[in-house]
């Protein structure tokens, strides 16, 4: 699905009030609605003390609608505070305000410079500002934010933390209210997808407030976000009568003396994932541990690579293979096939960039931040980081999968898909090398090279989150490898 900025957002609104039609009112309703639906699962003790902080915009307009339709729902300890920090409000926040005087909800007002009293309340909700800044907060704002987060209360932000640009770049130096949940509407900010927004956001969940759908899709933006939808759209069902031949030869070039886990856990993940036949390339101190641990993989010495090169569909090479800068460079001689190449391998082309002139087409890189920054340069931002990688994608006609708690998978045409699953349970050792071994099995099954990351990104993670939903505080990337026939069978879905 799109994912759109902040302006296109207030475009879909516009458009939903005048072809729906519904009065902008009746929309903002909607939404508090919506999140008061999201909120009560959340937070279910109705003796909860919430404290509703709005400003005097459509963001604070939605807080005084939710304000209301809480108490409606039998929550009775709610105290909202109107900050009158700006020069104007909206109309419908007045309409809302005149609503709030027919309940029994407490009102108290602030103007600039007032003092702000303590806060005891268990919850407090942030409808400050939303999504429309685009500057630092400063002053009485930066005054309040910074008061909010020096209580224990959980903090629930409406649409956007305060402080928080909803898209562009997110600076070190800007100061946002630290919301435990958000609860967006409609879409995903896109700032929420990048690690700064984790000074501002722990969680967040969507709702639905009835926006055109298909008008949303059809504004232009490079971001979308993958969903279980699209999995089920690119899966190809295995058919009667087909074989081990019609699901291609992975070829995994891996592993060293002191790493050949690495190389295990890639093999493991192509053969779970679905390649006809799976071989490695691994140093001959390996052979006992791989035929041990995966039996149904076959052994490709190293010295045989040149002349059977031809019988393997797609080519994986990195995970734990070391400083093999020779080796390394001969796979990028032989005739191009797809290629995913990772870890130790990205380093070695950081050190000798002319070997970047030589990446086939179609090739997939996996680097984490610190390969990246190795590859293209220190980078400052995430946003700049992202820049680079589109950029490079388009020049080099690759692919390249930057992996981040929301992996970004950016297209050679400059188009970046983003990854949401996945957990913190995952962040252990060997969970890249899954990820290669998985990349380089579909690229042998024959998915191109857009959809073989876009399947291994989302089922990589999925598994993960089965495995996480059964308790499993820790992830470790071998019972991982076992997850990923169920995360295939289900399509990305929860049995």
């Known amino acids: ?266 093999c493991g993940a192509s053969v779970y994932s679905g390649a006809g036949l799976t071989s490695a390339c691994i140093p001959p101190a390996g052979l006992a541990a791989l035929n041990t641990c995966h039996p149904e993989v076959m052994y490709c010495p190293e010295e045989d690579l040149a002349e059977i090169w031809g019988t393997f569909d797609a080519v994986g090479i990195g995970p734990g293979l070391g400083q093999r800068e020779k080796l390394l460079t001969a796979c990028l001689g032989y005739s191009a096939k797809p290629m995913v190449i990772d870890a130790d391998a990205i380093t070695l082309l950081a050190r000798e960039p002319s070997l970047m002139e030589k990446l086939p087409t179609p090739c997939i890189l996996t680097p984490h931040m610190k390969e990246f920054d190795r590859l293209f340069g220190a980078h400052s931002s995430w946003w700049d980081r992202l820049r680079t990688a589109r950029e490079q994608a388009e020049a080099r006609h690759i692919v390249l999968v930057l992996k981040n708690r929301y992996t970004f998978i950016v297209m050679p045409d400059g188009s970046v898909y983003i990854n949401p699953t996945g957990n913190p349970a995952m962040a252990s050792g060997g969970m890249g090398d899954v990820l290669t071994g998985m990349l380089t099995s579909f690229l042998a099954q024959g998915y191109p090279p857009q959809e073989a990351a876009i399947l291994a990104c989302y089922l990589h993670g999925t598994a993960g989150d089965q495995l996480a939903a059964k308790g499993m505080a820790v992830v470790p990337a071998g019972k991982l490898i076992r997850m990923i026939p169920l995360a295939i069978g289900n399509r990305g879905g929860f049995s």
């Not at 009030?17 to 109705?46: G, K, Q, W």
Request: aromatic share 8%; proline share 5%.
């Open 1 to 266: 699905m799109n994912i759109i900025t902040a302006a296109q957002t207030k475009d879909a609104d516009r458009h939903t009030i005048e072809t729906e039609p519904i009065a902008s009112v009746d929309l903002m309703e909607r939404a508090a609605n919506a999140f008061v639906t999201a909120f009560i699962p959340l937070y279910p003790d109705s003796n909860t003390s919430i404290l509703i902080c709005c400003g005097t915009g459509n963001n604070g307009g939605d807080g005084l609608a939710i304000a209301r339709l809480l108490q409606a729902h039998g929550y009775d300890a709610i105290t909202v505070w109107v900050v009158r920090f700006a020069n104007s409000e909206r109309d419908d926040f007045t309409a809302n305000f005149a609503r709030l005087h027919n309940t029994p909800i407490r009102i108290t007002e602030f103007f600039p410079g007032d003092k702000l009293p303590d806060i005891d309340q268990t919850v407090i909700i942030d409808a400050l500002l939303g999504s429309g800044l685009n500057k630092p907060l400063t002053g009485d704002w930066l005054r309040l934010v910074k008061h909010i987060n020096g209580v224990p209360g959980r903090k629930v932000a409406v649409d956007v933390p305060t402080g928080l640009r909803a898209d562009g770049i997110i600076p070190d130096t800007e100061y946002a209210l630290y919301a435990h949940d958000v609860i967006s509407f409609q879409r995903p900010k896109l700032s929420f997808f990048f690690p700064e927004s984790a000074k501002a956001i722990e969680r967040f969940h969507v709702v639905d407030i009835g926006l055109d759908e298909s008008y949303i899709e059809r504004l232009p933006t490079d971001f979308r976000l993958i969903t279980r939808d699209d999995i089920q759209r690119i899966y190809r069902n295995r058919l009667p009568f087909s074989h081990k031949g019609t699901y291609g030869h992975a070829l995994l070039i891996a592993g060293n003396t002191r790493t050949m886990g690495a190389a295990l856990l890639c």
